[in-house]
């Protein structure tokens, strides 16, 4: 697929990605001297019909809060009060997640999440203070508070504060791997990997769930890139251990179980819509009673059944209907064969993916854990028949399409693992990445200043047309 396609068709969807974002944004309503960017980023995008690129910060700009945060009013009716007041920069903004940002760069983008990859702690980034001093010593200029419950506390205050210093004032949405406890925080707990399944008891999974939320909740974090629901079917596999043995249903048993532990109940009505007309009503209501943290399934999918057990690597369907894009990473350029299988496979109907009895079986274990509540899903870092999973377009509507259309009807958002979204060893700055969404939506073929774009940002274009809505980078 050329450039100019891709950004055709993610000018298309953002506005789709712009919905899903918001619904996290209202998530972190549930659960929980404004800076303008530089002149040169302000100014370099020009007003365009259809596009809504007043800047945030225009002198006059009037905003009306009084009903998106308004926690009476229904789901839908909140979501279409904000979005109708969003400009551009802050709809790309809440669509990138960012390494523990500095406070200038949460602020200055609009960001709608930050998160703590693993051992990424108050004092190892700059989030926590303007100047990153965490974990120096006092005499060093540091607030002496290091990896501490405090510092924890005040790193995410601060961030918070800045959001709300914003003009719409949405709130961050905070998020850790918490695949079998807090792990990151001193004092928190580690439950041993796989307890559920060895114990043979799903609700003994609900039960930690819900004590790992406790702990989440009580250091302000909001959301966890769990459970892995990774039906590993090869040992050599090193992070086979994740989940829940190589049976796929039980898998999706013991996740569903996890994640209704972390998010305190589960909706009568997974996909229905809180529109305000009789009969509706918000379905997750629970996740708003001040103790409960979202769940992400992860990840989607593949990554168990590799050849030969291979971290990051492919796994192989055959089936007429599935072509085969290649047998390792991409080449430079693609050729016009693995060009027609990538667009082969990316067309494929639900019906025709499901009819596969593998594929069938290992999405199974996702349909168990939407039908149960789901909020948010994460696609896998590998392969599928040599396509990446976060530009496999077919397979992420098999989740996300309405169950009327062949879906699963998943209605939380899609967030890129780490670097995934654009698969390059090292993640753009924060201006790279919202810059990224910018040019990609003015439909361009190159950057404003006639440079090429990068494999990197035609990637994160593809991941948000598959069905991404939240790119993970860093600052």
Known sequence: MSSMSIMNSMKKNIFRRALS??????IALSLAVFAPPTAAFADEYPEQE?????????????????????KNQPIEVRIKALLDQMTLREKVGQMTQLERPTIANAKNYYIG????????TPNSGAGGANDGSYGLAEEDGGDGKGNTVSAWLDSYDRWQTAMDETPLGIPVLYEIDAVHGTVHAPGTTVFPHASGASSGSP???????????????????FASFSPAIVMGQNPRWGRYHEGWGHDREMNGIF???????????????????????????????FLGNGGQVVGTMKHFTTEGSTVNGANAGNGFYYNPNFPIVGYGAYANPLSTDQLRNMKALKELTPAQLLADPEVADMLNAYRIMIEGGARSLMPSYNYFNGLRMHEFTSMLDVIKKPVSEGGFGFTGFV???????????????????????????????????????????????????AGGDMDMAVS
């Open 21 to 26: 974002l918001t619904m996290a944004a209202l």
């Open 50 to 70: 259809g596009i809504n690129n007043t800047s945030p910060a225009a002198e006059g700009r009037v905003v009306d809060k009084s009903v998106y945060m308004d």
């Open 113 to 120: 999440s930050v998160l703590s990859g693993g051992g990424s």
């Open 203 to 221: 609700q003994l999974m609900e039960q930690v769930g819900a004590a790992v939320a406790t702990e989440m909740r009580a250091l302000e974090l």
């Open 255 to 285: 996740g569903d179980y996890y994640s209704m532990g972390f998010q305190g109940g589960k909706p009568d009505k997974w996909d229905g819509l809180d529109t305000g007309e009789p009969g509706d009503k918000n379905q997750y209501e």
């Open 415 to 465: 967030v890129s693992d780490y670097n995934s979204g654009h698969g390059d060893p090292y993640a753009p700055s924060a201006a790279a990445n919202i810059r990224t969404y910018m040019n990609f939506f003015y439909g361009k073929e190159t950057h404003f200043d006639g440079s090429a774009f990068t494999a990197r940002e035609v990637k994160i274009a593809a991941f948000v047309n």
